[in-house]
């Protein structure tokens, strides 16, 4: 019996190794902006990770709504009711090319009872080969009007060894006052939640390619 028991052990060690769920490392508000690290340990090789981040700039640029298929997945960022803000995303343009996204979403603040419809915003997207051999992507939104100061991430990937891969996502967020005075516990539960289920996604969908 004991030996039956032990084999049903390793037989499940391959698949609780699979299981790997983002961490937020570190979560605070610093000189003003709310600051996150997170990370997650993905089971799928470098190179495949690497064309999932490819595919993600890619989409977010030219295609905003085939992402909702899998990126953007759970985040409710089409409208979907919540506790502090509605935010339903419309628009992406970016010229051929080009790293310069214009968007527009609708906001509302749901504490506030206030509707921004048709916000407008500025975004910078790419990845780029760092000098130490890893890849990331840069994002960076220095103008959201009424609602966001500046947002801007570094999402870092890293080769962990043969079979896995490492995604490191630094975040620094500042919306305009008085939004900004919200606590950490408001940003936590409104903001780094849909970064984390972001990274997530991203975990899912590379691993999901081998299959």
Not at 103 to 108: H, S, T
Request: proline residues 3%.
């Amino acid at each position: 019996m004991k030996k039956f028991v032990w084999l049903l052990w390793l037989l499940t060690l391959p698949a609780l190794a699979r299981e790997s769920s983002p961490e937020v490392l570190h979560s605070d508000k610093e000189k003003g902006e709310f600051v996150s690290n997170i990370q997650v340990m993905v089971n799928a090789p470098y190179e495949q990770t690497d064309l999932v981040l490819d595919k993600f700039v890619r989409q977010y640029k030219y295609s905003l709504d085939s992402l909702f298929d899998w990126a953007l997945v759970g985040m409710n960022l089409q409208g979907e009711k919540d506790d502090m803000i509605n935010i339903g995303l419309k628009s992406h343009t970016c010229a051929p090319g080009s790293d310069q996204v214009d968007g527009v979403m609708d906001l509302y603040v749901t504490i506030l009872q206030l509707n921004f419809s048709g916000t407008t915003y500025d975004v910078t997207i790419f990845k780029k080969q760092e000098a130490d051999g890893t890849a990331a992507v840069y994002y960076d939104m220095p103008r959201c009007d009424k609602v966001i100061d500046h947002a801007n991430a570094r999402l870092a990937m890293a080769r962990a060894d043969e079979h896995t891969s490492m995604l490191t996502l630094d975040v620094h967020f500042k919306a305009t006052q008085p939004y900004n005075l919200m606590s950490r516990k408001q940003y936590r539960d409104n903001i780094e939640w849909r970064l984390v289920q972001l990274m997530d996604n991203l975990r899912k969908e590379a691993e999901g390619r081998q299959k």
